[in-house]
């Protein structure tokens, strides 16, 4: 009897656990739009409704391959339209791979004053760079490539909220993300963020999958480890799937399944860790990253983070002032900005989730087009003109996966579907992560593919309130009829 109660109020502690969750995460995105003001212009709206409208309507055949394929198509045509120029770190991988290939297998060592000694997890990514470098020079190839990887993070997405939620919305849902600017001009840089976000995506869709569920639990948890290992050695921000999918299966599973989740938790941790932790040795040992794919300056992205003269941004002073300094003199740079300016972290940890969450960042993709003309069929346009529209859809994409997902969590706060509770912990964890590093809007590629997918309990919500409305509507048309035709008999009678 003793212990049956245990059991109870374990089971009851757990749920009162996620609720907390559930509201602490309302909460951080309450504020975080409360302080932002939205100004658009209605063309951004009025585009957004079209591709929603379009989506709805829109019921093709083998809809996730011609969704793949128009995916693709597009974002070619904005890797050929857009030359955006290579720079900041992408550069320093591009020379770096660029070097490797002509046979300087020292390069890390001599190049960007020792970037790559410091941040050796960026060889992963500059690796993978110099293997599609060695079939086609230059870094044309590369996009390429990116464009099919983001193609088929939209056609996930499709999956997956098919799968949530129903056919109808997951065409919405998919084909709002497929025209979203910020991931679809993002293709035009060199970065080792969209092979990585798709890897994370697959990840988690093999673990919340029904067409997994069958699965032998080793192999599944083997693909999960393994997508995340080597979306991890391309971009090390695996921890944040790592860490949800660990609280999620310990506040999910039950007491009589505790040794299934310790088998689970060993297979998945210990696949990554052998794959990351092999990659890394085979890397230094061969003698092209002596720091393998690890990190030298661990302190770096804490201390930008809790810089409240910058926000918690990027800095280049800043970088001139800690990096190569004494592991104890970073440590007294940090304490500074910590525990010395510890009544300014609020204000900073609120500017961050604003920034974070509900930026517009197409600057990264666009800014050397600033003050230029650009020809389209014929007529010279200036770009800044262009580009107001542009940073406008933008922002009307953020401000609606973000409000839907704010109003999908309220919805469903007191009886949560098992897969919306994964969302809000990956959600929790990242906005957790950017309280303490390093905060840009660049840095929200991969939460907004969840941010679009919790926008899916919303968009169903609305179709099914919609649908409801109209049958009542048909009920009162048919009842109508019903009653016209039998007044009709009674006069002919």
Known sequence: MCALNVVKGMKLYMEKFKQILIYLLLIIFGLAIARHFIETPIIAIVFIGIIAFIAYKLDLP????????????????????????????YIVMYNTAKEIISGNLNVAST????????????????????????????????????????????????????????????????????????PLFFNTLLSNQHISSFLFLLAIFIFMSKKTENMNYKLKYFLIGLCLAIGNIIRPEAIIFITSIFLYLILMTKRIDIKLFLKKSLILFLTYLCVTIS???????????????????????????????????????????????????????LYDYTIGSIEKLPALFLYKEQHFWLDSDLNTSLSYLTDKNISIFGFDVEFN?????????????????????????????????????????????????????ECTPRYAYTAQIFLALMSSYSIEYFLNTKSKRQNIINQKVSAKKKNTIASKKKVLN
């Open 62 to 89: 083998k809809f996730g391959l011609w969704l793949f394929l128009i995916s693709f198509l597009i974002r070619i045509v904005v890797i050929v339209l857009f030359d955006t120029p290579i720079d900041s770190d």
């Open 111 to 182: 190049i960007g004053e020792g970037y790559m000694l410091r941040w050796g997890y960026q060889m992963g990514y500059t690796l993978f760079m110099v293997l599609l470098m060695l079939i086609s020079n230059g870094p044309f190839l590369i996009k390429l490539v990116n464009c099919l990887f983001t193609a088929l993070i939209v056609v996930f997405i499709y999956f997956i909220a098919k799968e949530i939620t129903n056919k109808k919305v997951a065409r919405v849902v998919s084909v709002l993300y497929m025209f979203f600017p910020f």
């Open 279 to 333: 990659a890394s040795t085979i890397a230094t040992v061969s003698g092209i990253s002596p720091s393998g794919f690890g990190n030298k300056e661990p302190l770096w992205k804490f201390t930008v983070g809790f810089n409240p003269e910058t926000n918690g941004d990027y800095n280049i002073d800043l970088a001139g002032q800690f990096i190569g300094e004494t592991r104890k003199n970073q440590f007294k740079i």
């Open 385 to 437: 003109e262009i580009r107001k529209i542009l940073n406008s859809i933008n922002q009307v994409y953020i401000y609606l996966f973000f409000g839907l997902t704010v109003f999908a969590i309220f919805l469903n706060r007191k009886r949560m579907p098992n897969s919306q509770f994964l969302f809000v912990i990956i959600l929790l964890v990242y906005s957790g992560v950017y309280f303490l590093i």
